[in-house]
């Protein structure tokens, strides 16, 4: 590796729960720059939670979190002239990262509603264990388990 490894930047909560881990959300959401809209997304998704199912957004929005956050993933690895498929404990920001993006996969999949409304079903169906965000968590957990005769590849 070249040079100095580049810091790792501080994330300041959002204005109105002063969470950073709906800051970050906020951010993934962001598109070319436009911060007011995509909190107005996040507010509203919030919203549509907390009128839907009688509880706090941020509780349902950790426990969807935690629900897609994946252990294991795979990871391709070349021995011998073969490209092996190998199962790698997932450390703790990626496992963040990856939780994020499959969620807005699968809010930006579904087709109609506003990004509000369908970021607000992906929250509340993670938050149950179902979903798309869950099936793809799922996926690949299934995936690492299949390959577990090549563990001893890692190093």
Do not use: C
């Not at 070249?2 to 993934?28: E, M």
């Not at 990004?115 to 938050?127: F, S, V």
């Not at 979903?131 to 390959?147: F, L, S």
């Amino acid at each position: 590796m070249r040079g100095k490894q580049s810091q790792k930047r501080v994330i300041a909560g959002d204005p109105k729960f002063n969470n950073v881990l709906v800051a970050k959300l906020i951010n993934y959401v962001m598109l070319d720059g436009k911060k007011t809209t995509a909190q107005r997304v996040v507010y509203d998704a919030f919203e549509i939670i907390s009128k839907k199912t009688k509880l706090d957004p941020i509780t349902v929005f950790q426990q969807a979190l935690d629900n897609v956050m994946p252990n294991l993933e795979v990871k391709s690895k070349r021995v011998g002239g073969a490209n092996y498929q190998i199962p790698m404990p997932v450390r703790g920001d990626r496992r963040i990262t990856l939780a994020y993006r499959w969620i807005l996969i699968s809010a930006r999949s579904k087709k109609g509603a506003a990004m509000a409304t369908h970021l607000a079903t992906e929250l509340m169906e993670g938050a149950e264990g179902v979903g798309g965000a869950v099936k793809k968590k799922e996926d690949v957990q299934r995936m690492a388990e299949a390959n577990r005769a090549f563990a001893h590849f890692a190093r």
